[in-house]
């Protein structure tokens, strides 16, 4: 299998549209993680991914016939841009069907390049399923973002790259993973040249698609994908590169949100570019990795692969940087109320920063404060404050890891509502596009009240919302029954602290 990728590889037909992007090392993230971390970067390219890589290959194997009928794909960002490239260099009529929660920067992009942008469905499922009806009914030839020999030999010009570009010995590559192209083309060219190398997929804990498929020995469809690192929100792996991973790829590291966020911030202290997500995803691997295996002066390589992100989405990666780097703990502390609790508890975090302090008068004996932390020390300083505040007799409740607090209850800290009786609290996602929210509001009004609201738009295809609704026992299940039948995903945070302690209904 990997002689038969070798031969594609350097017959890859990409440097009529890609460079071989620099090898850069890290200076400030290796000096703190006592290794050189080296980063690939594909956000170099001229359509700032490595995505076209795959698609011009592909697209250049095609015969007369088919490129003059041209080609269809489904994507929401860097394929997309990566085929409308290609046929563009390539005179050939490309069609990218596209989400209708695609943001107009993108959709934008592709037309500028020459492509044709068709908006259709909510998810990459549903543009996906259009791309393949158009080209069938058309007779387009269908360019998939990952699961083809041509765009996985593309995509493994990366590893051919990276191999020529540094002799010395390297203890491991790590490699975003979504579909899988790029991990299976890098690791069919990395071990056949140097079996020594480990090739490490990175992936989302929420869209583990190579994890569970590599322990499951199957591939397998997740029932649904984080939405954050939008690059790699893929379901299930593609069958071929699931083929060639199984056999090649030595782990899958899973990371968080919020480490992911860190690793943007790294990137961008070391080479002044800002990271999408999903590019970020190999540095927040690596980090990750290092706390698992410790090891010194070794030579770990990062694929960032690519720098297409919103810039409305910078203020979430901000807010959640600080956590992932272990800098900050959330807590929620009750005191008494009475005059003096405030200084005797500020006191008690002595010269600590407070990245925020949120408080609401609840009764005349209690209230619970809601605030941010600045740790030096990382973990083992949270671990201290946790106990000095108990060991004084505060309640305190780490809020650090609790995604409805981070997203949601940290902006709202407004009191209880003792007369919001049998609330029941969701948190929800919706496809973000003009009129979302009205529509969801109406789907929500056959009888139910609506007892609390937060939304917040992160800039990202798909709104947030934490939604209280009165319910009787009875009402529960014709309600969750009627959000499934509207494709709203939605999780029940009724018993979840942040709420009940900040929150809550009658």
């Known amino acids: 299998m990997p002689r038969r990728y070798i031969e594609e590889i350097l017959r890859a037909r990409v440097y009529d549209v890609a460079q071989e992007t620099?090898?850069?090392?890290?200076?400030?993230?290796s000096d703190r993680l006592g290794n050189n971390i080296l980063l690939k970067r594909e956000d170099a390219q001229q359509v700032f991914s490595f995505k076209l890589r795959g698609a011009y290959n592909k697209i250049y194997s095609l015969d007369e016939a088919s490129r003059r009928r041209g080609v269809v794909a489904a994507s929401a960002g860097n394929h997309a841009q990566g085929v409308a490239l290609a046929g563009r260099e390539l005179d050939v009529p490309t069609t990218i069907v596209m989400p209708t929660t695609t943001p107009g920067i993108k959709v934008e992009t592709v037309r500028r390049l020459g492509g044709k942008a068709v908006l259709f469905g909510d998810s990459y499922d549903e543009a996906n399923e259009r791309a393949l009806g158009l080209a069938e009914e058309s007779g387009l030839s269908f360019i998939h973002?990952?699961?083809?020999?041509?765009?996985?030999?593309?995509?493994?010009?990366?590893?051919?790259e990276i191999l020529r570009q540094h002799a010395d010995p390297i203890e491991a590559i790590f490699v975003p993973v979504g579909g899988g192209g790029l991990i299976a083309g890098v690791a069919a060219y990395v071990k056949h040249v140097r079996l020594d190398i480990r090739v490490i997929g990175v992936e989302p804990e929420d869209a583990p698609t190579l994890h569970d498929a590599m322990k499951a020995g199957r591939r397998v469809k997740l029932r649904q994908v984080g939405l954050f690192a939008d690059g790699v929100a893929v379901r299930q792996i593609g069958k071929e590169t699931f083929r060639v991973a199984r056999a090649l790829v030595d782990e899958v590291v899973l990371v968080n949100t919020d480490q992911i966020c860190a690793a943007i911030k790294d990137i961008y202290d070391d080479t002044r570019s800002v990271a999408e997500p999903a590019g970020a995803l190999a540095v927040a691997g690596i980090k990750q990795y290092l706390a698992d295996h410790p090891m010194q002066d070794k030579d770990l390589v990062a694929i960032l692969s690519g720098a297409n992100i919103n810039f409305d989405r910078l203020r979430h990666v901000a807010e959640r940087t600080e956590i992932g780097e272990n800098r900050e703990a959330l807590l929620a502390v009750q005191i008494p109320e009475k005059p003096g609790s405030f200084l005797r508890f500020c006191k008690l975090l002595g010269k600590r920063g407070i990245t925020e302090f949120n408080y609401r008068y609840a009764d005349e004996k209690e209230a619970q404060v809601f605030c941010g932390v600045e740790l030096r020390d990382n973990e083992t300083e949270k671990e201290r404050l946790l106990a000095t505040l108990k060991a004084r007799g505060y309640a305190v409740v780490d809020m650090t890891d609790n995604e409805t607090a981070k997203l949601h209850i940290r902006y709202m800290v407004g009191g209880h509502a003792p007369q919001a009786v049998n609330e029941r609290v969701y948190r929800f996602v919706f496809p973000e596009r003009p009129g979302a929210?009205?529509?969801?509001?109406?789907?929500?009004?056959?009888?139910?009240?609506?007892?609390?609201?937060?939304?917040?738009?992160?800039?990202?295809?798909?709104?947030?919302?934490?939604?209280?609704?009165?319910?009787?026992?009875k009402e529960r299940k014709a309600f969750e029954a009627f959000m499934k039948e509207k494709g709203y995903r939605y999780t029940d945070e009724t018993e979840n602290p942040a709420y009940r302690l900040f929150a809550s209904g009658g």
């Not at 620099?22 to 993230?29: F, H, N, S």
């Not at 020999?149 to 990366?158: E, L, M």
């Open 22 to 29: 620099p090898l850069d090392r890290a200076t400030r993230l």
């Open 437 to 473: 929210l009205l529509n969801f509001l109406s789907g929500l009004s056959r009888g139910w009240n609506i007892s609390l609201f937060h939304y917040r738009n992160h800039g990202a295809a798909y709104g947030r919302v934490l939604v209280g609704i009165q319910l009787e026992p």
């Open 145 to 160: 973002p990952f699961d083809d020999p041509k765009v996985i030999a593309g995509q493994g010009t990366i590893g051919m």
